[in-house]
């Protein structure tokens, strides 16, 4: 599971703006949503959070907004740039990439005939 | 328990909304962060869990914010808001300055007058006996150990003052490294030597005195002693300016 929550912290930025791109959106609803869709399993940490709703607002992927709410505090809203939309899809290629390149990786060798092993430097 | 939610994030920010350039920065990110954790530890309680329990797991749920925090407190003031208040000012103001400065006059006439009165408290004994006889020294000596403990006093007193206020003053103003206590601090083997020759010292007073019988002389060693050691903590201070 570690490498899991490892994989899904590298990719914060692409799940804030994929969560982003159904519709605007606020903290604590994205981290429900992310929480619903892993069956409860994985949650962000409010630190991880909004530490990367700052970064993205700084590359300008994403703008936010105080929202008026008719009960309780206001909220802060998200809604994802035009700009955040081309980098959508540019991470999910980076992503498509990376995972079929790591599929070939760890399947090397598991169906080789070499005698030996022999030691590959990356 | 939801109140404890606010208190822990008050006091996880009191200090970046203290340095932030622009503060309102600050207090707006506290304010988006107080929502989600009330609207998570809302939804934990709906789902059984007791107060306390939802209370501290929304806490720790929050993880380290102090990166996110240096970097809220780093952002330039908004251009369209009203003007950013001042950061907390990093050095002294005149005043400041001048306050410490009579401290400091008053810890040395302290310190001077405790010095006068040492030397001065046999007189009142010997006055008194002299005029008086045994019913003087009866009130001579209570006079005498009175000023004597006055003047230890003040010495305390006015020592402990003067360190606050060189403290306060290393703080903000740039090292000056010549204090006595710094070369101390430096060289622990300075201090190692300074403590021996002391001790040697006394010792060979006792000796030198009791073999010659000097007495009336000997206490000279004590001078040369204090003489010496300056001469070493001089050697070990220009040792280390010359490096």
């Given at each position: 599971m570690s490498i899991t929550a490892d994989l899904i912290r590298g990719h914060t930025d692409t799940i804030i703006l994929a969560s982003l791109l159904r519709g605007d959106s606020y903290g604590y609803r994205i981290n429900r949503a992310l929480g619903d869709l892993s069956d409860g399993r994985y949650e962000f940490k409010e630190a991880t959070l909004y530490t990367a709703f700052r970064r993205l607002e700084e590359e300008g992927y994403i703008r936010s907004y105080w929202g008026d709410e008719e009960t309780g505090a206001r909220r802060r809203y998200y809604t994802i740039t035009p700009e955040g939309r081309v980098a959508y899809d540019r991470l999910m290629q980076e992503w498509r990439e990376a995972s079929e390149l790591i599929e070939k990786l760890i399947h090397f060798g598991a169906d080789s005939d070499d005698a030996g092993t022999v030691t590959q430097r990356i | 328990m939801k109140a404890k939610i606010k208190e822990y994030l008050d006091a996880v920010f009191a200090d970046a909304e203290r340095r932030a350039s622009d503060p309102s920065r600050v207090r707006e990110l506290k304010e988006e962060m107080l929502g989600d954790l009330y609207d998570k530890y809302d939804h934990m309680i709906e789902n059984g869990k007791s107060p306390s329990a939802a209370c501290n797991a929304v806490i720790a749920g929050m993880g380290d914010i102090t990166d996110l925090l240096d970097s809220v407190v780093d952002t330039a003031p908004?251009?369209?808001?009203e003007e950013a208040p001042l950061s907390a000012e990093p050095t002294l103001t005149s005043e400041e300055r001048e306050k410490l400065q009579k401290k400091r006059e008053r810890a040395a006439l302290l310190t001077s007058v405790a010095i006068a009165m040492y030397i001065l408290c046999w007189i009142p004994l010997v006055i008194l006996s002299e005029i008086f006889g045994d019913l003087g020294s009866m009130v001579g000596l209570p006079i005498m150990f009175l000023m004597i403990a006055g003047a230890t006093a003040m010495i305390v007193y006015g020592s402990m003052t003067k360190t606050k206020v060189t403290e306060a003053e290393k703080e903000r103003d740039?090292?000056?490294?010549?204090d006595e206590e710094d070369t101390e601090r430096r060289f622990p083997v300075y201090k190692a030597i300074s403590g021996a020759l002391w001790v040697l010292t006394l010792v060979a007073y006792l000796v030198v005195s009791d073999l010659t019988g000097a007495w009336h002389m000997t206490w000279l060693l004590f001078l040369m002693a204090a003489a010496l050691d300056n001469i070493i903590k001089a050697i070990f201070d220009l040792r280390r300016k010359g490096t």
């Open positions: - | 908004r251009t369209d808001a740039d090292d000056d490294d010549d």
